[in-house]
T-cell receptor
Framework: SQTIHQWPATLVQPVGSPLSLECTVEGTSNPNLYWYRQAAGRGLQLLFYSVGIGQISSEVPQNLSASRPQDRQFILSSKKLLLSDSGFYLC?????????FGPGTRLTVT | GQNIDQPTEMTATEGAIVQINCTYQTSGFNGLFWYQQHAGEAPTFLSYNVLDGLEEKGRFSSFLSRSKGYSYLLLKELQMKDSASYLCAVEGYGGSQGNLIFGKGTKLSVKP
């Protein structure tokens, strides 16, 4: 069966520090992968999606970047965090029409 | 523009039926999804509608009217564990398959 992992589960980082969140998927090959952010009082917002290794599309301009160095690995990064980057970050993949979410990383920027 | 509207909060009684509405305006339509999200957890898939009509899955049903840009999620025989946020999402045209536009969610509180 397919599973999706994210780490860390929670993270507290100061403003201006770098960020690296990792997502890995098991049990499938060549999945479409997605990064979402859920900020307090807002809906899930799609940040990036990837249809294959090295292929990244950004949905909104922002302080973040994404990379896909391996087929089942998706990384979200920032060089300098802003307060507005705080939120619940979710990685997801699609199987047919269903989209499955990882457990998420709760990021607090102080 | 792209817009998905759903009520912010709803309250219902254990054992009752509740209907959560969702209206959408998107550039294209490839399907409508409902997700359940308990506090502090990731969303879990509930239903998918791409054609007009009602899809039933156990205690949960979802309805779609594409001409009206309208959907609802119907929860029957409510249980305390159904207290959660319910997210409506639409897959529009363009981009990659699976690019979902989410509403802000409806927080449902089930009371005894």
């Amino acid at each position: 069966s397919q599973t999706i992992h994210q780490w860390p589960a929670t993270l507290v980082q100061p403003v201006g520090s770098p960020l690296s969140l990792e997502c890995t998927v098991e049990g499938t090959s060549n999945p479409n992968l997605y990064w979402y952010r859920q900020a307090a009082g807002r809906g899930l917002q799609l940040l990036f999606y990837s249809v294959g290794i090295g292929q990244i599309s950004s949905e909104v301009p922002q302080n973040l970047s994404a990379s896909r160095p391996q087929d089942r690995q998706f990384i979200l990064s920032s060089k300098k965090l802003l307060l507005s980057d705080s939120g619940f970050y979710l990685c997801a993949w699609t199987s047919g029409y269903e989209q499955y979410f990882g457990p998420g990383t709760r990021l607090t920027v102080t | 523009g792209q817009n998905i509207d759903q009520p912010t909060e709803m309250t219902a009684t254990e054992g009752a039926i509740v209907q959560i509405n969702c209206t959408y305006q998107t550039s294209g339509f490839n399907g409508l999804f409902w997700y359940q999200q308990h506090a502090g957890e990731a969303p879990t898939f509930l239903s998918y509608n791409v054609l007009d009509g009602l899809e039933e899955k156990g205690r949960f049903s979802s309805f779609l009217s594409r001409s009206k840009g309208y959907s609802y999620l119907l929860l029957k025989e409510l249980q305390m564990k159904d207290s959660a946020s319910y997210l409506c999402a639409v897959e529009g045209y363009g981009g990659s398959q699976g690019n979902l536009i989410f509403g802000k969610g409806t927080k449902l509180s089930v009371k005894p």
